[in-house]
């Protein structure tokens, strides 16, 4: 039975006897927003049971007996939480009053996944949670599955962002990752006849219990309006007269070291009115206009990428970048630095990283603020904004390389486009110095385009201290072959940086089993040192590691096939290899490719060109989205379910092939295919990919890639060893000579025996019940446009997959080659990554 205390004026509900005792008083505790030391709760057992009873009577406000599953998981995060403040608040403190340089780095994604068991890992508390939920009557692994998986980002870019403050958190360098508090996420995809359907995504529903909000600490946005000049004492200057705001309402997220007593901050922005409600037109009975001015205001961080092909939706795009940019700069000057700050000095306390483009617009507006509003001279200001900014691009394709109207920047900020005018006419009078009057050169360099549009790339390079690329060949190609003049006339200016993974969460908490076995074989010690994991080389040659290492590999099946089957009602088959392509859906990324690959061994068996008991079973599983305005790709996963369903369902192949394509595919997912697979599809062309990540993941975890020498795959392929690589298809000097030459890809078709009847079979209607209209337009793009030379690649493809059937017969070499993968990873931690980012970029230290 429940008892009643009355505590402090308001009534306690103890927990009943037989849970625990009654709930005693935080030791040592203090204002929640003190800078100073607060009390942790004991890190004991019995210290978590009685912070978990408090937070589930005093923040839930339910019994242990009363409680449902969403209670108790809130209760468990708020617990693990607890044990984090103190650290972060310390941290806080602790920099406040040092002088350090702190990584901002400015992100429009971050695709954290679930938190619960990273912060339990960090904080070394995930086997006393685990033993004190038990003691409560509690079952962990219901609560890990009462966790919603954060919609703040959508593919690698966003990952790799979360991945990066993860290992500035773990290196204890002082780090707040800035970014947008989006309502929706993406979407939430769906399949319906084999079609992607979007459906929102309501992450927080039940809202986030990792978050603090601050509305106190809004900051207030403007938006269109005009410029106009004054005289400041004999000064001219202008000033910025907005025609409407919103206020930025911050949304902390603490980001834990791995067991270093280190927690920095994330800090998303959530967009809200200033005026939410007009009760005078609400009492006039207009409801929708009382709010009007809410709704608009909310939309800016209402979804991540609005559909963009639109104008309303480029317009709501630049917002959402404004928004976050603009906040997140003025909080650092405002709210991080002393009051008195001389701000000359901001590049000693602050390097902001623009990771990609999506951030550039932070140049004008730190512009606008020291000239404008610190009353700075523009040389000055200058001067110091060269040295608070540097640039990761992250791809080579120019569709991505964003660039900006004349006219919608005009209307949407006026200031910041005469401040980029500026800017671009004393950077082009510094070329015609340097180069003369070289209009073709100086029309190739403008920041704004002959077409009259605001080139970002052009405009961070200008600006930015350093720029660089994520792996080496996407650094040498960005050099010379994207911003070639930019490398010419910014000697120094490029380096390369090549993107890395945080093994605590892609190795520890995806695959346990490894990490047990890697532990086992060269000790502690590996997880924040990978480059240990070479102590590994010896273990290849080893049958009983080996052996291990496959039991490892089929258990992380069986946990997948569990996972797959209570998600979406599907199964694998136990003895398959399984042939795993996961990423964004994109044309460069090629999964058309993968898709000939399947639909010719289908053809091969059927044909009776093979015998099917010759062909080793092998089951691939996609898992990608499409931008919801992008139709050929969306038509590209219709096809993939499309040849799924008659693959899975024709007796012939069955127990030979199988195709898998589960829905929303997503960090929690991820971190149960990766340590499953077996065979990681790596195949964009050759010069297309910046990197990949998800290529670094896989070989970590003991799947042998598949790949062009294309992005990180070159550094892989050099590092594993080509014996354990499949490597296939053009080299980047191949494909530019080809390109050169004319490409034809019906050519190829017709060359290709075994292409042409994928390509019959594709258009003939075989995969659309008879109706060849249905993806006539994939197979006409490849025929007539193929501007990822899909069709080029083929031959080689196959003649890969061909060797990978032959290679995976041979079990001891197959696993020899996958233990080589793992113990030849190591330089593929994000810690490195964070390591050459404060070498040859950052020059800040750890606070120590």
């Not at 340089?101 to 086997?127: F, M, P, T, W």
């Not at 346990?512 to 532990?519: H, M, N, V, Y």
Request: a negative charge.
């Amino acid at each position: 039975m429940r008892r009643r205390a009355v505590v402090a004026g308001y009534i306690r509900f103890v927990p009943e006897a037989n849970s625990t005792s009654p709930v005693p008083a935080p030791a040592g505790a203090t204002h929640p927003l003190a800078i100073g030391p607060v009390g942790a709760p004991e890190a004991t057992v019995d210290g978590f049971v009685a912070q978990y009873l408090r937070n589930l009577n005093f923040d839930r406000g339910v019994t242990l007996s009363a409680s449902t599953a969403n209670d108790r998981f809130y209760a468990l995060a708020y617990t693990v939480r607890d044990y984090l403040v103190a650290r972060w608040l310390e941290g806080v403190r602790r920099y406040r009053a040092s002088d350090r340089k702190a990584v901002c780095y400015l992100s429009a994604e971050y695709l954290l996944g679930r938190q619960l068991d990273n912060n339990l890992l960090a904080s070394g508390l995930s086997d006393i949670a685990a033993e004190a939920l038990a003691q409560c009557g509690v079952d962990i692994e219901e609560l890990r599955a009462q966790e919603v998986e954060p919609g703040l980002g959508n593919g690698g870019l966003g990952r790799l962002a979360a991945c990066f403050i993860d290992s500035l958190a773990t290196m204890s360098v002082p780090n707040v990752g800035y970014g947008i508090r989006y309502e929706y996420g993406i979407f939430r995809q769906t399949f319906e006849d084999g079609r992607q359907v979007e459906q929102p995504d309501s992450w927080l529903e039940l809202g986030s219990p990792w978050e603090f909000p601050h509305p106190e600490a809004a900051q207030t946005i403007s938006f269109g309006g005009s410029t106009e000049k004054y005289d400041d004492g004999g000064v001219t200057r202008s000033r910025w007269v907005p025609a409407w705001s919103v206020q930025a309402v911050p949304y902390n997220y603490m980001v834990p070291g791995y067991q270093n007593g280190r927690v920095n901050t994330l800090r998303l922005w959530s967009s809200r009115a200033n005026h939410a409600f007009d009760l005078s037109v609400f009492n006039a009975g207009d409801y929708v206009e009382a709010v009007r001015a809410q709704t608009f205001a909310e939309n800016i961080s209402k979804v991540l990428y609005p559909e963009d092909s639109t104008a309303q939706g480029k317009e709501l795009r630049l917002q959402q970048q404004y928004f976050f940019v603009a906040a997140s700069i003025r909080d650092f000057i405002d709210v991080v630095l002393p009051e008195d700050f001389d701000l000359t000095r901001l590049p000693e306390r602050a390097i902001f990283q623009l990771n990609d483009t999506h951030p550039v617009i932070g140049v004008p507006e730190l512009m606008r603020i020291l000239v404008d509003e610190k009353k700075m001279e523009w040389d000055a200001a200058w001067a110091v904004t060269q040295q608070c900014f540097a640039y990761t691009c992250h791809t080579l394709l120019p569709e991505a390389l964003e660039v900006w109207p004349i006219d919608l920047l005009g209307r949407l900020l006026p200031r910041h486009l005469e401040i980029i005018y500026r800017i671009n006419e004393e950077f082009l009078l510094a070329v015609r110095e340097r180069f003369g009057d070289d209009e073709a050169r100086i029309r190739d360099m403008s920041i704004i385009s002959p077409d009259g549009a605001v080139r970002m790339a052009f405009l961070a390079t200008v600006a930015g201290s350093k720029v660089n690329g994520v792996a080496e060949l996407h650094s040498q190609l960005l050099r010379e072959k994207v911003l070639p003049a930019f490398d010419e006339f910014f000697p120094g200016k490029f380096t390369n940086v090549t993107n890395g993974v945080t093994p605590r969460r892609f190795v520890r908490l995806a695959n346990p089993e490894l990490s047990a076995l890697i532990t086992e074989a060269i000790g502690d010690g590996w997880l924040t040192d990978l480059e240990r994991l070479r102590e590994l080389e010896p273990f290849a040659d080893d049958a009983d590691f080996r052996t291990a290492f496959g039991e490892m590999k089929a258990a992380n099946k069986r946990r997948l096939a569990a996972t797959l089957q209570a998600r979406d009602g599907l199964t694998i088959a136990d003895d398959h290899m399984l042939d795993v392509m996961v990423k964004r859906l994109h044309e460069y990324k090629r999964q058309m490719l993968k898709l000939l690959h399947i639909v010719t061994a289908y053809d091969r068996i059927v044909s009776g060109e093979v015998e099917a008991s010759s062909v080793p079973g092998r089951t691939f599983v996609f898992g990608a989205k499409a931008a919801p305005g992008y139709d050929m790709a969306k038509r590209i996963i219709h096809l993939i379910n499309a040849v799924g369903s008659v693959v899975n369902d024709d007796p012939r192949v069955e127990g030979r092939l199988k195709v898998l394509f589960p829905p929303n595919y997503n960090v929690t997912l991820a971190e149960r295919i990766i340590p499953a697979a077996d065979l990681s599809e790596q195949i964009s062309l050759a010069g297309k990919e910046a990197s990949g990540t998800g290529n670094m993941k896989f070989a970590l975890n003991g799947a042998l890639t598949v790949g062009t020498d294309d992005g990180a795959n070159v550094e892989i392929r050099e590092l594993v060893g080509d014996d354990n690589f499949f490597l296939f298809g053009m080299s980047e000097p191949e494909v530019e000579a080809l390109w050169a030459r004319g490409y034809t890809p019906a050519e190829f078709a017709e060359k290709d025996a075994g292409l042409g009847r994928a390509l019959d079979l594709i258009g003939s209607g075989a995969f659309s019940g008879g109706d060849a209209s249905v993806f006539a337009p994939i197979v006409s793009n490849l025929m007539n446009d193929d501007r990822f030379m899909v069709l080029a690649d083929y031959t080689s493809y196959i003649a890969a997959q061909d060797r990978v059937d032959d290679a995976y017969t041979d079990t001891a070499a197959w696993q020899r080659s996958a233990v080589l993968n793992v113990a030849r990873s190591g330089f593929f931690s994000s810690d490195r990554s964070m390591r050459d980012y404060i070498d040859r970029i950052w020059h800040t230290e750890p606070l120590g």
